[in-house]
């Protein structure tokens, strides 16, 4: 059974949308290939592994191609792409209106996040401290990623967190505070203030755009996803460059935020990476409103 096409439609045409494909799968495979090649090897990397093991996606969910909603692939077979997919009079498309409405509670919950992230004006002095707060008087043995050494001795980091203070809007980094860590934190987020607190300066919010865009798939081009992952994966190399643990041996030299010079460059850092996620925010925004457009006129 055939369909009319999709009210805003855009039809791509074979040679085009396989060609996004092959690039999509070409370009996730090379973030991909080392990650499984450690799993394999029964090794563990403190950078590279965490958009893999902190977040749900799959990657053969990541890896795979959808071209967002409204979009007609010419001459598709929808059982290749999924079963939200169906046949048009032109080949394959998302039905965009049965996926809005399944998803409906968890697309608003989002996209009143995104919103009043966006509309806040970006803070820029918490210089990292959140993971100064997840060892915070712990010992080497105790910390997450003991197979690494400290920069700082256990003493130094209490220190530093003490004399600088934590200022974290962050649920998600918060809940990984050390107990005693936790009352020196200017903010108490909570899962149900979330909305309230996150901010467009801080890094787990930006590097979350990820969570949000795997999310909204296949609702997204995956080429959107793509990009909120690599922007992920970059704002994790500062976090742990950032951080109390020593990984200049992987390749990643500290960002010394207990120095004057080391907190401008995190700064600096920060802020280039703020304005890549706004441009990243708005763009999941646009989609969402694209979704809605489409699902008002069928």
């Given at each position: 059974?055939?369909?009319?096409?999709?009210?805003?439609g855009?039809?791509?045409?074979?040679?085009?949308?396989?060609?996004r494909?092959?690039?999509?799968?070409?370009?996730?495979?090379?973030?991909?290939?080392?990650?499984?090649?450690?799993?394999r090897?029964?090794?563990?990397?403190p950078?590279?592994?965490?958009?893999?093991?902190?977040?749900?996606y799959?990657?053969?969910?990541?890896?795979?191609?959808?071209?967002?909603?409204?979009?007609?692939?010419?001459?598709?077979?929808?059982?290749?792409?999924?079963?939200?997919?169906?046949?048009?009079?032109?080949?394959?498309?998302?039905?965009?209106?049965?996926?809005?409405?399944?998803?409906?509670?968890?697309?608003?919950?989002?996209?009143?996040?995104?919103?009043?992230?966006?509309?806040?004006?970006a803070?820029?002095?918490?210089?990292?401290?959140?993971e100064?707060?997840?060892?915070?008087?712990?010992?080497?043995?105790?910390?997450?990623?003991?197979?690494?050494?400290?920069?700082?001795?256990?003493?130094?980091?209490?220190?530093?967190?003490?004399?600088?203070?934590?200022?974290?809007?962050?649920?998600?980094?918060?809940?990984?505070?050390?107990?005693?860590?936790?009352?020196?934190?200017?903010l108490?987020?909570?899962?149900?203030?979330?909305?309230?607190?996150?901010?467009?300066?801080?890094?787990?919010?930006?590097?979350?755009?990820?969570?949000?865009?795997?999310?909204?798939?296949?609702?997204?081009?995956?080429?959107?996803?793509?990009?909120?992952?690599?922007l992920?994966?970059?704002?994790?190399?500062?976090?742990?460059?950032?951080?109390?643990?020593?990984?200049?041996?992987?390749?990643?030299?500290?960002?010394?935020?207990?120095?004057?010079?080391?907190?401008?460059?995190?700064?600096?850092?920060?802020?280039?990476?703020?304005?890549?996620a706004?441009?990243?925010r708005?763009?999941?925004l646009?989609?969402?409103d694209?979704?809605?457009?489409?699902?008002?006129?069928?």
């Amino acid at each position: 059974m055939t369909t009319a096409l999709p009210a805003l439609g855009t039809v791509l045409e074979t040679a085009t949308w396989q060609a996004r494909r092959q690039a999509h799968q070409e370009r996730i495979d090379a973030w991909l290939a080392p990650h499984l090649a450690r799993r394999r090897r029964g090794e563990k990397h403190p950078v590279q592994d965490f958009l893999f093991t902190y977040y749900s996606y799959r990657p053969a969910r990541l890896r795979r191609w959808h071209p967002g909603a409204g979009v007609v692939l010419r001459d598709a077979d929808p059982a290749d792409f999924g079963p939200d997919y169906r046949a048009s009079t032109a080949g394959a498309t998302l039905d965009t209106p049965a996926v809005r409405a399944r998803r409906a509670e968890s697309i608003t919950w989002i996209r009143t996040l995104l919103t009043a992230t966006a509309g806040r004006p970006a803070q820029f002095g918490c210089f990292g401290m959140h993971e100064w707060a997840m060892v915070y008087r712990q010992t080497q043995d105790e910390v997450r990623h003991n197979a690494w050494p400290l920069r700082l001795s256990p003493e130094r980091v209490a220190t530093v967190v003490e004399e600088r203070g934590v200022r974290c809007s962050h649920f998600d980094a918060y809940r990984f505070f050390t107990r005693p860590a936790r009352p020196l934190n200017l903010l108490h987020p909570t899962r149900d203030s979330q909305h309230d607190l996150e901010q467009p300066g801080c890094l787990h919010a930006n590097m979350d755009l990820y969570k949000w865009a795997y999310k909204l798939s296949p609702l997204v081009p995956s080429e959107l996803v793509a990009e909120c992952f690599e922007l992920a994966g970059q704002i994790r190399a500062l976090d742990m460059r950032a951080s109390p643990y020593d990984l200049a041996a992987l390749g990643y030299p500290p960002v010394a935020v207990e120095t004057p010079p080391g907190r401008t460059e995190y700064a600096a850092a920060q802020r280039g990476f703020a304005e890549r996620a706004a441009r990243l925010r708005t763009r999941l925004l646009d989609a969402i409103d694209r979704c809605d457009r489409q699902r008002r006129r069928w």
